[in-house]
């Protein structure tokens, strides 16, 4: 049971590239999210999901799409890397949220 | 705007005694309040959760209090143990038509001394 995979594990973009960051969730969860973790700032919602084909935006969604087509994957595109969006990226699955988010490994992302 | 808030950026405690993290938020239309752990390099670790309608829950050495009149929620490590040395973040959930949200503090750095 692999839980939440997330690739690749680092990334360096130049300004102005794009690049897609995936999420894998084998526990058939409803529930996925993308957050972004900065020092001092805590975790960041990004983009949510409430199942396939349903996402909606978080507290910074600027700079990134995401799109839901199974329940099993949510990847999260970022269109045209700028500095700003260097950080460590979480994708995370729930079944609910009294059982709490199943956070992946994280994605630590620098762009230069 | 910061509705979730966690003052102390770090906490040393001696291995045995018991550590306490706190928590302030501001949106009363929070309904779960949820612990998590944080090591280095990994992704953060689900501890505990409290629905609003309590006060209290407890699993094992973890014990979370929720004051909502004050809107504070505490987590309690007792005994602690050196492998609790970590990241402590605080998060809070709205549900809005089905969809949770959760909202995360800025994360206390807690080191457990032999």
């Known amino acids: 049971n692999a839980g939440v995979t997330q690739t690749p594990k680092f990334q360096v973009l130049k300004t102005g590239q794009s690049m897609t960051l995936q999420c894998a969730q084998d526990?058939?969860?409803?529930?996925m999210s993308w957050y972004r973790q900065d020092p001092g700032m805590g975790l960041r919602l990004i983009h949510y999901s409430v199942g396939a084909g349903i996402t909606d935006q978080g507290e910074v969604p600027n700079g990134y799409n995401v799109s839901r087509s199974t329940t099993e994957d949510f990847p999260l595109r970022l269109l045209s890397a700028a500095p700003s969006q260097t950080s460590v990226y979480f994708c995370?699955?729930?079944?609910?949220?009294?059982?709490?988010?199943?956070f992946g490994s994280g994605t630590r992302l620098t762009v230069v | 705007d910061q509705q979730v808030k966690q003052n102390s950026p770090s906490l040393s405690v001696q291995e045995g005694r018991i550590s306490i993290l706190n928590c302030d938020y501001t949106n009363s239309m929070f309904d779960y309040f949820l612990w998590y752990k944080k090591y280095p390099a990994e992704g953060p670790t689900f501890l505990i959760s409290i629905s609003s309608i309590k006060d209290k829950n407890e699993d094992g050495r973890f014990t979370v209090f929720l004051n909502k009149s004050a809107k504070h929620l505490s987590l309690h490590i007792v005994p602690s143990q050196p492998g609790d040395s970590a990241v402590y973040f605080c998060?809070?959930?709205?549900?809005?038509?089905?969809?949770?949200?959760?909202?995360f503090g800025q994360g206390t750095r807690l080191t457990i001394n032999p």
């Open positions: 995370a699955s729930s079944e609910g949220v009294y059982y709490g988010y199943t």
């Open positions: 998060a809070a959930s709205t549900s809005i038509q089905g969809a949770q949200k959760l909202v």
């Open positions: 526990m058939n969860h409803e529930y």
